[in-house]
């Protein structure tokens, strides 16, 4: 094996080289089924493929947004399998049409039993397919679509069309640190990558889970079609019901069986994909998924034919096993039986921790509506006291706040923050101390929570660490908050002379989490209430092979930088200042008063 490896990085360090001339993938078409009739036998393994093509919808149902895609099934099996250059140009169609990064590229590089792939960064992979092996110089940078520095998760949100920043402004990145470089066995999971002739082919999940999960993106099977999307389950069902994907995704579904060869790779695949995604694996001291099935007893029950099971004991894995919040089930497969998943799910109930956070938050909830019967503002001044309160961080994408101004009408926090910022700095303002109430906030999207950081601390830096490959980032950014184009000391209350406080619960999850980290960590803005709900690793949604749809702790772990060293906020802030009885929270006259009585 040793010798292995060192062959595929001798290669890959040739790769400059090789790459230096246009590779141009070619996919032929075909009719919808071909069968491939000749074997070839080598000394280990024989394989006869099957050939169908299949409608490809990206992230929409609309007849404009479709396209085919070839797939190959072998031995028999059911499993699909992607042509190497197939995934290449599924792959670049994907980057530039999703993510509007139209310098994407890859080139395909064939030597033997190995292929080469070459970003357009200059960062590249090798595939073994004798051993079965993926070899990358370095993964996140490899995988990124984003464009805008290692592991950045908030740049990309805030971009006009020209390129420009609006909102946020990323100024630069410290301590970046990439990866090391990483083997990833697939033969070790049983998962098989095949060669056959000059044609390499590998599973179309694995392809999903490693390659565009940890942009959000996944590739759903449901044995008609491929279907890409974004934002995970939401884009199969929500709120008002399924969508149209989710139509096309369920439809001819519900037998409750799937074959022996699919559960089986399904199951070895979610292995493999939790494995290397998981981002709390030494927190909850799991050494490897195939180990922690065969402890908890699981094993036969994803190995089972019978996928409506499989589901029922994917539930209680994420909830039982996991357990932490930003984990959670979703979706059955297409295969399943819906109503009896359903049905299970409901009777088993939430796990340990989500029951545990919702029971407090209803606390919190009820007792704060006892002094705001007609619903808590997100903007609210008591004396020379001021308040910001929401319970999400969101970004309403239909507003542009430079050509309409926030109200105290607005809900989603770049207005809230944005308005707040611009009543506390008015000429003639009474405010003397600002708190930030996040007693009741569970969190949401990241580039949100550096708004408020920004606008609280003048530079809002979030500190991201990889603990699989080892990378390592702090981004800095500066916000703006009068919307007059510049990212200057007019957009932030830091330097002001103000008292800034952050009011946080057990409650303050995730994002919720991070900003009254980063502001303990800072010195610069006092806690205030108990405890924050931790909450470090980013979201990631992720598929199994067999169509089941649910969300992990991504590998991508928020952390704040002290010394120089990297510490992960899964534990919380613990306050500055405790409070104990849940009514002091919210008797906001009372709670101005004390703050006056601090000095």
Same mark, same amino acid.
């Given at each position: 094996?040793?010798?292995?490896?060192?062959?595929?990085?001798?290669?890959?360090?040739?790769?400059?080289?090789?790459?230096?001339?246009?590779?141009?993938?070619?996919?032929?078409?075909?009719?919808?089924?071909?069968?491939?009739?000749?074997?070839?036998?080598?000394?280990?393994?024989?394989?006869?493929?099957?050939?169908?093509?299949?409608?490809?919808?990206?992230?929409?149902?609309?007849?404009?947004?479709?396209?085919?895609?070839?797939?190959?099934?072998?031995?028999?099996?059911?499993?699909?399998?992607?042509?190497?250059?197939?995934?290449?140009?599924?792959?670049?169609?994907?980057?530039?049409?999703?993510?509007?990064?139209?310098?994407?590229?890859?080139?395909?590089?064939?030597?033997?039993?190995?292929?080469?792939?070459?970003?357009?960064?200059?960062?590249?992979?090798?595939?073994?397919?004798?051993?079965?092996?993926?070899?990358?110089?370095?993964?996140?940078?490899?995988?990124?679509?984003?464009?805008?520095?290692?592991?950045?998760?908030?740049?990309?949100?805030?971009?006009?069309?020209?390129?420009?920043?609006? #909102?946020?402004?990323?100024?630069? $990145? /410290? +301590? %970046?640190?990439?990866?090391?470089?990483?083997?990833? &066995? *697939?033969?070790?999971?049983?998962?098989?990558?095949?060669?056959?002739?000059?044609?390499?082919?590998?599973?179309?999940?694995?392809?999903?889970?490693?390659?565009?999960?940890?942009?959000?993106?996944?590739?759903?099977?449901?044995?008609?079609?491929?279907?890409?999307?974004?934002?995970?389950?939401?884009?199969?069902?929500?709120?008002?019901?399924?969508?149209?994907?989710?139509?096309?995704?369920?439809?001819?579904?519900?037998?409750?069986?799937?074959?022996?060869?699919?559960?089986?790779?399904?199951?070895?695949?979610?292995?493999?994909?939790?494995?290397?995604?998981?981002?709390?694996?030494?927190?909850?001291?799991?050494?490897?998924?195939?180990?922690?099935?065969?402890?908890?007893? #699981?094993?036969?029950?994803?190995? $089972? /034919? +019978? %996928?409506?099971?499989?589901?029922?004991?994917?539930? &209680? *894995?994420?909830?039982?096993?996991?357990?932490?919040?930003?984990?959670?089930?979703?979706?059955?497969?297409?295969?399943?039986?819906?109503?009896?998943?359903?049905?299970?799910?409901?009777?088993?109930?939430?796990?340990?921790?989500?029951?545990?956070?919702?029971?407090?938050?209803?606390?919190?909830?009820?007792?704060?509506?006892?002094?705001?019967?007609?619903?808590?503002?997100?903007?609210?001044?008591?004396?020379?006291?001021?308040?910001?309160?929401?319970?999400?961080?969101?970004?309403?994408?239909?507003?542009?706040?430079?050509?309409?101004?926030?109200?105290?009408?607005?809900?989603?926090?770049?207005?809230?923050?944005?308005?707040?910022?611009?009543?506390?700095?008015?000429?003639?303002?009474?405010?003397?101390?600002?708190?930030?109430?996040?007693?009741?906030?569970?969190?949401?999207?990241?580039?949100?929570?550096?708004?408020?950081?920004?606008?609280?601390?003048?530079?809002?830096?979030?500190?991201?660490?990889?603990?699989?490959?080892?990378?390592?980032?702090?981004?800095?950014?500066?916000?703006?908050?009068?919307?007059?184009?510049?990212?200057?000391?007019?957009?932030?209350?830091?330097?002001?002379?103000?008292?800034?406080?952050?009011?946080?619960?057990?409650?303050?999850?995730?994002?919720?989490?991070?900003?009254?980290?980063?502001?303990?960590?800072?010195?610069?803005?006092?806690?205030?209430?108990?405890?924050?709900?931790?909450?470090?690793?980013?979201?990631?949604?992720?598929?199994?092979?067999?169509?089941?749809?649910?969300?992990?702790?991504?590998?991508?772990?928020?952390?704040?930088?002290?010394?120089?060293?990297?510490?992960?906020?899964?534990?919380?802030?613990?306050?500055?200042?405790?409070?104990?009885?849940?009514?002091?929270?919210?008797?906001?006259?009372?709670?101005?008063?004390?703050?006056?009585?601090?000095?």
């Amino acid at each position: 094996m040793n010798r292995k490896i060192k062959k595929v990085i001798s290669a890959a360090l040739a790769c400059t080289i090789i790459f230096g001339s246009t590779l141009t993938a070619q996919v032929t078409a075909s009719a919808d089924t071909t069968t491939t009739a000749v074997s070839e036998s080598t000394a280990v393994k024989s394989y006869k493929l099957k050939k169908k093509t299949v409608k490809t919808y990206l992230f929409s149902a609309e007849k404009e947004a479709t396209t085919k895609t070839p797939l190959y099934y072998v031995n028999g099996s059911d499993v699909p399998y992607m042509k190497v250059e197939d995934w290449a140009d599924l792959y670049k169609n994907i980057a530039v049409g999703a993510f509007g990064k139209t310098d994407f590229d890859i080139k395909v590089q064939k030597d033997g039993d190995t292929v080469y792939l070459m970003r357009e960064n200059d960062f590249f992979m090798g595939i073994d397919f004798t051993q079965d092996l993926f070899y990358f110089w370095d993964y996140n940078a490899f995988i990124d679509v984003f464009g805008n520095g290692l592991m950045d998760v908030t740049s990309s949100m805030f971009k006009n069309p020209d390129g420009t920043s609006k #909102y946020v402004k990323e100024l630069s $990145s /410290t +301590n %970046q640190r990439y990866g090391d470089q990483i083997m990833m &066995d *697939l033969g070790e999971y049983g998962i098989d990558l095949v060669q056959k002739g000059d044609d390499y082919y590998i599973p179309l999940q694995t392809l999903s889970d490693i390659f565009l999960a940890p942009s959000m993106v996944n590739l759903l099977y449901n044995g008609k079609a491929i279907i890409a999307i974004g934002g995970g389950a939401s884009a199969i069902a929500g709120e008002g019901g399924m969508t149209e994907l989710g139509k096309l995704y369920y439809d001819g579904g519900g037998s409750g069986k799937i074959s022996k060869e699919m559960a089986e790779y399904s199951y070895n695949e979610l292995c493999f994909a939790l494995d290397r995604l998981y981002g709390l694996k030494d927190q909850h001291r799991i050494k490897d998924f195939p180990t922690l099935m065969k402890q908890i007893g #699981y094993e036969p029950y994803f190995l $089972s /034919t +019978n %996928q409506t099971r499989t589901e029922k004991r994917l539930n &209680d *894995l994420i909830n039982n096993s996991l357990d932490d919040l930003h984990s959670s089930y979703q979706l059955p497969s297409y295969a399943a039986d819906l109503m009896t998943v359903v049905e299970y799910i409901q009777k088993k109930g939430s796990s340990r921790s989500s029951t545990a956070l919702q029971e407090r938050r209803i606390e919190l909830m009820t007792a704060r509506a006892q002094f705001n019967p007609e619903g808590v503002p997100g903007y609210q001044e008591v004396g020379d006291t001021a308040f910001i309160t929401f319970d999400n961080f969101t970004v309403d994408r239909a507003k542009d706040y430079y050509t309409t101004a926030p109200t105290a009408e607005d809900k989603d926090t770049i207005g809230i923050i944005a308005y707040s910022v611009q009543q506390i700095l008015r000429k003639d303002s009474p405010i003397k101390n600002v708190v930030l109430d996040l007693s009741c906030n569970t969190g949401g999207t990241v580039g949100t929570a550096v708004y408020t950081l920004g606008a609280f601390l003048g530079k809002a830096s979030v500190s991201l660490e990889d603990p699989n490959t080892g990378a390592l980032v702090t981004h800095d950014y500066k916000v703006d908050t009068n919307f007059d184009g510049k990212f200057n000391s007019k957009d932030t209350l830091a330097g002001k002379g103000l008292n800034l406080y952050c009011l946080t619960s057990s409650v303050s999850f995730s994002c919720g989490n991070l900003v009254p980290c980063a502001f303990k960590n800072s010195g610069k803005v006092t806690l205030l209430g108990q405890t924050s709900g931790g909450g470090s690793c980013a979201v990631m949604h992720l598929s199994t092979a067999s169509g089941s749809i649910f969300n992990i702790s991504s590998s991508m772990r928020m952390s704040f930088l002290k010394n120089g060293s990297f510490y992960d906020i899964d534990r919380g802030a613990d306050p500055d200042i405790p409070i104990t009885k849940t009514e002091h929270y919210y008797d906001r006259e009372a709670l101005a008063e004390y703050i006056n009585g601090l000095f």
